[in-house]
């Protein structure tokens, strides 16, 4: 069986999802995994396959620098305006 896995989040969102696509893989499937490039180092650990979507992002760095974006309605604002556009734009 053929999957695609993708994450666009933190350690909490992208974590659990790399989780699954790597047992699906260890149990014989074939996955993908689609996400931003700060995450490729870690697909490719888990045995999976990598595809950039995006240009690179440092999650961590970004919210270390801009800590109002873990608010709820600023980090709304956020991922609307500035994120997805980045993440998203070169992907189509």
Known sequence: MRYVA???GS??????TLAIAHALHSAGH????VTNPFHERA?????VEYVAA???VDL?????????????TDGIKILAQDLASTFFAPTY
């Open 30 to 33: 074939e996955v993908v995994f």
């Open 11 to 16: 350690a909490g969102d992208f974590l659990p």
């Open 43 to 47: 697909v490719r650990a888990a045995g």
């Open 60 to 72: 961590y760095k970004l919210i270390i620098e801009q800590p109002h974006i873990l608010r709820t």
């Open 6 to 8: 993708t994450s666009f």
């Open 54 to 56: 995006g240009e690179l």
